[in-house]
């Protein structure tokens, strides 16, 4: 009796395991489907204090300086990825979020109104032709913030 229940409990765990299993596979290839797919190039769209200050190709490698009265974020563009990797933010919690690679992927600075975006090129209101902010910097028209391109 009692290895009649140790193979029934046996049993059910590998089933459980493999329904979860299952349903992984199928969330994953769901996501797959329904997830917005860009027709063009990708780009990392920076934007500080609700002004958009770089659009950056993720297909180049870049290293972009935002500067704010708050203080100043380091972006960079490698392996067709974007990251935050320094900020003299408190915490520093915009480093911690790690590289993002895909369309609708988020990184944000709090502390300094920072967000970067991955975005498609593709030519819509939404999407900006890409610059690096090097227009901006001594500029007249120039917003509160400079952008210097390294």
Do not use: W
């Amino acid at each position: 009796m009692a290895s009649e229940t140790k193979h029934s409990t046996r049993k059910g765990s590998i089933l459980l395991i493999a329904a979860v299993m299952l349903g992984a596979l199928l969330g994953s290839m769901f996501m797959q489907l329904v997830r917005p797919h860009a027709t063009g190039e990708l780009v990392a769209r920076v934007t500080s204090h609700d002004e958009v200050v770089a659009v950056l190709p993720l297909s180049q490698e870049a290293r972009q300086v935002v500067e704010c009265e708050e203080g100043a974020n380091t972006v960079v563009v490698q392996g067709e990825g974007v990251h935050i990797e320094n900020a003299n933010c408190k915490g520093g919690d915009c480093m911690k979020q790690g590289t993002i690679y895909d369309q609708g992927r988020l990184l944000v600075c709090l502390p300094h109104r920072l967000i970067v975006e991955i975005v498609p090129l593709d030519g819509s209101p939404d999407t900006p032709s890409v610059y690096t902010g090097e227009e901006l910097v001594g500029s007249s028209s120039a917003p509160d913030i400079d952008a210097v391109a390294r």
